[in-house]
């Protein structure tokens, strides 16, 4: 596909509210402040790439970063593309660095209860560092969240999670570890993190194609966000 029928900018809560309402498995946005950027492709909106605080604020400080260097990549939620994802993501990452020129590490992960081993991280030549402790996480009014979602809806709503539960909408569910991938943003950082590097994971019976189709839920829609306002 050419260069010139991707565009990537800037997009709209509205637009990444829609994206990852529609084509993330998670179904929702992510809490907390994100810095989110758009594709399209001829001209038509395909979808964001969200980064955020996420879990950075503890996991960063082994790398000597805080939240306000390091962030974590918490959300591609793309429709049916041309462009490869880890193409997309790449971009992404730059528009990053030009927005906060201090940041030096960005953190991912890679749902194995999801079905993804992080091909399009390994297609961007990101850092594998190897798989996180197992931790829980819910399934609330229908859709999975992790604790920390759980404890915004808390917040946000004033009803524990011992009322969400015995009204039936709040379950535990027992997770996988997750794949764990580190993306340096400069030189320096970049030493400092390849010694922790392992082998790729790989997903059996699957190439690494840097497709989302695993993670997408709709197809396209004539009613997705097409211009930036």
Not at 45 to 59: D, E, P, Q, Y
Not at 120 to 131: L, M, P, S, T
Not at 168 to 195: C, F
Not at 196 to 210: C, E, F, N, V, W
Request: hydrophobic share 35%; with cysteine; aromatic share 8%.
């Amino acid at each position: 596909m050419a260069k010139a029928n991707l565009r990537i900018d800037w997009a709209t809560h509205k637009a990444s509210k829609y994206a990852c309402a529609n084509w993330h498995y998670s179904g929702c946005l992510p809490a907390g402040k994100l810095v989110k950027v758009g594709a399209w492709e001829r001209g038509k909106f395909i979808g964001v790439v969200l980064f955020g605080r996420g879990t950075c604020n503890h996991l960063a400080h082994r790398f000597g970063c805080d939240s306000t260097n390091a962030c974590e990549l918490v959300r591609v939620a793309l429709n049916n593309h041309a462009t490869p994802v880890s193409r997309i993501v790449s971009i992404a990452l730059r528009f990053l660095k030009t927005m906060f020129p201090q940041m030096r590490l960005v953190i991912s992960f890679a749902s194995q209860d999801a079905g993804h081993h992080g091909g399009i991280y390994q297609a961007g030549n990101w850092v594998y560092e190897g798989k996180t402790s197992p931790k829980d996480e819910f399934l609330f009014k229908g859709k999975r969240a992790t604790d920390r979602q759980v404890s915004q809806f808390v917040k946000e709503t004033r009803v524990s999670r011992i009322e969400w539960e015995s009204q039936g909408v709040l379950t535990r569910l027992p997770t996988q570890p997750k794949h764990r991938y580190l993306m340096p943003l400069d030189a320096e950082m970049r030493e400092r993190i390849i010694p922790l590097s392992k082998p790729y994971p790989k997903r059996a019976k699957q190439a690494i194609t840097g497709d989302q189709s695993a993670e997408r839920q709709g197809s396209t829609d004539p009613h997705a966000p097409r211009v930036l306002k």
